[in-house]
């Protein structure tokens, strides 16, 4: 049986998380003395570029440049850009925003959006301890400061998919919002 990319820590030192973190904001490869840090040894930095690099999330390309593999985008989505690893499944709280005939759909940037896809539901990882309604009100609130609108429940979806290397598997609680939203 193949052992799941999410059990192993691809990510085990702060160097390593900053690398993903510039990679993953961009929408095309960088150098390296656009990712390194000032006051970062070269050869520091170079070691867990590397160790990235072994583990297939990040690429080297021709020009000397790096970006990250679509493995790596996937593992960033599924992970964040923590050094603990999340464990299956991923408990999400989305929101469906709608306003007349429109959807509001949140907009991935950079190399996320080019590796994985451009559009999703806006949501955030479900925080333990906390409801969802909870985490829905505050996520929006966060976001939209000057309006309160009432937030319906509206379903409970389980999505696995199974890909080459990753499989997802996430359990959303999604809420509806429609009025005040103009």
Known sequence: MKQSPYVSNFVDH?????ILGQLAKTDHPLRFSEIKEDGIEN???????????????VEKTNDQRFSLTPKGAHWINFTGLGSATTLLPR?????????????LLAKRTGQMSTLLNTYMLPGTVHEYGQTAETVATSYFATRFPARNPPL?????????IHDEIFIHHTLSSLFMLTNGMS
């Open 152 to 160: 319906s429940y509206l379903t409970f979806v389980e999505v696995i």
């Open 91 to 103: 408990p999400l709280v989305q929101l469906v925003i709608r306003s007349g005939k429109h959807l």
């Open 14 to 18: 702060y160097l390593q998380t900053a």
């Open 43 to 57: 050869s520091l930095f170079m070691y867990h570029m590397n160790k990235l690099i072994r583990r297939g999330i």
